[in-house]
């Protein structure tokens, strides 16, 4: 068996016409790892997924699939197959036919052909399909048959470019689980490129986050989620947002004293020395409010409220700014003043000079008092 | 007060019915979502309210007033397309004051105008630039100043945020929410996305085959489905929804389906024309799961799935032949392939004929 990563992004560069799209790029992916390269418009995920793919060529850097390098290796020959945003299916042509089109490409004997169209129809349930046209199938249909085309010729590397991205959010949400089982029951190692933190989120056993052509880091969807490495990661993950607010600190030992415009000195266990403005990081879900009066809480006004069905957003006057806080339904109405406590034992703190996260303990989980 | 009213609406393309007697009103100050999946009907509705198609039956009252005869210009509506082409040789100012400037008016107050909606829409920066210097969002907002620049009654707009990246949606979604109230007396907002109009509306209507579904405020929408369309459209992951049948005893009713039996809902409305083939609808935040058997989760189960979205968990079990998901606490531990436990509590506002996809009322 082939120990080498199925794929390794060596310090890949990329510039077009002087403007670097991609920088300093390195990323392995294991076998059978679904990673998603996640960031914004512009970011550089669809230049690197173009490296990868053949359609670009790195200026300097090294691609290798297999332990092979293929830098300057010709898209159809680096056992990298792709699937496309909307798929790409040929809609004159039957199920079948898109199936065995990738086989007859490689000029396979029909026999073979056809025992190997066979095997991936079963297991993407489309027996039952393989003479419809393309052009009569539905979304989740089509879905099948776009990965089943890319799968048949057993990719090294299975690139996908955003497939989702034109569909109604209801669809995706059931498309991708779909997505997941057929890469799961193959161990199919997948690159994901996508703009969207939830598909990612739930997709993924890595997630690598993009921005201005850079990494901006690469871990699994909770230690993105919970110990992001810098601003643009902390804001870019997560629905609603998370807030970042204003922040004095003063340390004492064991502890670190947080005063934001409206809590004053919040006790948060830490061994680190950490004095000065920063930002406070917490998720909505970590902002806890009360109609009642507790240890630590403080009265504010709800300004307006998100309803998201099993969830509500309130948005809470917060000194000069809005704080988001993410509760059961019915736990506050607008104008209605409410009893705010944040639980900083999950909250992160940002250097707003470096952006950076600033390491407190390894991110170790902190206590309020 | 009724500021819009549609009233058996239909239009026809070639042999398809596009809009089948579509009614809905838009009442004064009133910010109103039409959602419904692509091909619903949606755009065409928004085209044939501005006058750009000519509906083979009914009527359009703006104020009262039957604008269904008059040309677009002269409607009183200022309208926002989904692909908002800007006029890519004049700058932002120019953009926004087309209009204006069409209409007459005088330098002074086209600036003054343009001024407000600049702040209002916090384009100011745009003004004297041009539109390839834009960014996506930018391009919307100076899209919105342009369509309500001459002051419009009602806005409409379609698919305002579609084509942008995830994350910039969502910023403006909860920017548009405030802005938009502000800039009209009322408003139509098109979208296929149910958790952009559930956040943005007063009232939804949904739209499905060119047939209004429901009308109602988010919590009636989302609490109160009227029909399996609507239940499965809103949510994510929307309601599930499991095949059961009823079974009455002397004193007493239950429900069973395939891996669970529970208690029928409220018995004393048992009625006897119940239908045999039902649905339970049940929110995946209403589903409990535990690691042992307990009255709260009596039903034996296994985890296919695990969506960690951070916030929370969305976890996919198969109960029987079927699958249910369920919403957890992102700190609950849980792993793919493992035996659980599951219970729900139906509730009698959720029970839905499987021959008809009605919610019984």
Known sequence: MNAAPRLELRALHKSFSGTSAVKDLSLTLAQGEFVSLLGPSGCGKSTT?????????????????????????PAGKRGVGIVFQDYGVFTRLTVLENLA??????????????????????????????????????VSELQRVALGRALITRPSLLLLDEPMANLDSGLRGRLRGELRRIQKSLA????????????????????????????????????????????????????????????????EPGA?????????????????????????????????????????????????????????????????????????????????????RLDVGNAILIDPLTNDVVDTQGHEKLEAA | MSLLRVQGLSKRFGGKLALDHV???????????????????KSTLLKTIAGLHRPDSGTILLQERDIGALPPNERGLGVVFQNDALFPDQTGHENIAFALKAAGRPRQKIDQRVGELASTLRIEHLLSR???????????????????????????????LSGLDARLRL?????????????????????????????????????HEGRIQQIGTPDEIYRRPVNRFV???????????????????????????????????????????????????????????????????????KVAWIERLGSRQVIDLALGGARVKAIVAPDYRVQESEPAWVGFTPCIHHLVDRKTGLFLR
């Open chain 1, 49 to 73: 997924l173009a490296m990868i793919a053949g359609f670009e060529y790195p200026d300097s850097g090294d691609l290798l699939v297999d332990g092979r390098r293929v830098n300057q290796t």
């Open chain 1, 101 to 138: 089109f990738g086989l007859g490409a490689q000029g396979m004997k029909q026999s073979r052909q056809a025992e190997l169209t066979a095997e991936m129809a079963a297991r993407l349930d489309l027996e039952a399909l393989l003479n419809r046209r393309a052009s009569q199938l539905n």
């Open chain 1, 188 to 251: 199919q190692t997948v690159l994901y490129v996508t703009h969207d933190q939830v598909e990612a989120m739930a997709l993924s056993d890595r997630i690598a986050v993009m921005d201005g052509g850079r990494l901006q880091q690469v871990g699994t969807p909770e230690e993105i989620y919970s110990r992001p490495r810098n601003r643009f990661v902390a804001e870019f993950i997560g629905d609603p947002p998370i807030n970042l607010l204003s922040c004095t600190v003063r340390s």
């Open chain 1, 256 to 340: 670190l004293l947080l005063s934001t415009a409206v809590h004053l000195n919040i006790r948060k266990a830490n061994a680190g020395t950490v004095h000065g403005e920063y930002l406070l990081g917490i998720r909505p879900h970590h902002v806890k409010v009360s109609r009642s009066a507790s240890f630590g809480s403080v009265a504010c006004r709800v300004r307006y409220v998100d309803n998201l069905g099993p969830e509500h957003v309130l948005h809470i006057e917060y000194g000069r700014q809005l704080l988001r806080a993410l509760t059961p339904p019915a736990t506050a109405a607008p104008e209605e003043v409410v009893h705010v």
């Open chain 2, 23 to 41: 009614s809905l009103e838009v009442r004064k100050g009133e910010f109103l979502c039409l959602v419904g999946p692509t091909n619903a009907g």
């Open chain 2, 130 to 160: 041009r539109p390839d210097t834009f960014s996506g969002g930018e391009r919307k907002r100076v899209a919105i100043g342009r369509a309500i620049a001459a002051h419009s009654d009602l806005l409409l707009l379609d698919e305002p």
């Open chain 2, 171 to 207: 910023e403006l979604r909860l920017e548009f929410r405030q802005l938009l109230r502000s800039l009209s007396q009322g408003l139509i907002y098109v979208t296929h996305d149910h958790a952009e109009a559930m956040s943005l509306a007063d009232r939804i209507a949904v739209l």
């Open chain 2, 231 to 301: 239940a499965g459209f809103f949510g994510s992951p929307p309601m599930n929804l499991l095949t059961a049948e009823v079974r009455q005893y002397a004193d007493a009713a239950e429900l069973v389906g395939d891996g669970f039996r529970v208690p029928f809902p409220n018995p004393a409305t048992l009625r006897s024309a119940l239908p045999g083939d039902l649905e339970i609808g049940i929110p995946p935040e209403e589903v409990r799961l535990g690691r042992e058997q307990s009255s709260n989760t009596p039903h034996p189960c």
